[in-house]
């Protein structure tokens, strides 16, 4: 079975600080997703990475960036937190051009 | 850009019902169509994959259709069970990697 991990499930990070969510999978997926979940809004795409290095902006990247430093690990870095960032975080991963799997989820809340 | 819409929001039934769910779709160019389910506070378990040459699948009390040229994929649960209550999720590739969500349908079963 895929298994897609991450490394918070619950996250509690004041204004201003930097934060760090990591995500790993243990298939060899070539691709990895970061989304954030909001009510109302569904699931929206922050960033994705199809190799090593490698990142193309989602639909919402304002106020994110990522690494991809090694295929398995792909880390969502909010460089100076906001109240407006607190929401569900959710990893996923998938082989070039099929489905994909996803993490349990953190829940950030930003004081 | 894609747009994924799903009606009903919510829909509770009782226990042993055949009941469907709906989603729609706004630009026809999909290269597959992924229904998950999401449970409270939980990642996204993946349901069923369906390119987008194939006109169902079926796993378990599951079946999904697609019909691209409306649009449209419908998700039919057989004999309705209290442990089928959760939010089940529509979603469509269109573009390279990324998937478009719909805001989802909140099921309740009731015994």
């Known amino acids: 079975d895929v298994k897609v991990t991450q490394s918070s499930r619950y996250l509690v990070k004041r204004t201003g600080e930097k934060v760090f969510l990591e995500c790993v999978q243990d298939?060899?997926?070539?691709?990895m997703f970061w989304y954030r979940q909001d009510p109302g809004l569904g699931l929206r795409l922050i960033y994705f990475s199809y190799d090593v290095k490698m990142k193309e902006k989602g639909d919402i990247p304002e106020g994110y960036s990522v690494s991809r430093e090694k295929k398995e690990r792909f880390s969502l870095i909010l460089e100076s937190a906001s109240t407006n960032q607190t929401s569900m975080y959710l990893c996923?991963?998938?082989?070039?051009?099929?489905?994909?799997?996803f993490g349990p989820g953190t829940r950030l809340t930003v004081l | 850009k894609q747009e994924v819409t799903q009606i009903p929001a919510a829909l509770s039934v009782p226990e042993g019902e055949n009941l469907v769910l709906n989603c729609s779709f706004t630009d026809s160019a999909i290269y597959n169509l992924q229904w998950f389910r999401q449970d409270p506070g939980k990642g996204l378990t993946s349901l069923l994959l369906i390119q987008s040459s194939q006109r169902e699948q079926t796993s378990g009390r599951l079946n999904a259709s697609l019909d691209k040229s409306s649009g449209r994929s419908t998700l039919y649960i057989a004999a309705s069970q209290p442990g089928d209550s959760a939010t089940y999720l529509c979603a469509v590739r269109s573009g390279a990697n990324n998937l478009f969500f719909g805001t989802g349908t909140r099921l309740t079963v009731i015994p």
């Open positions: 298939m060899d997926h070539e691709n």
């Open positions: 996923a991963s998938s082989p070039l051009g099929r489905e994909q799997f």
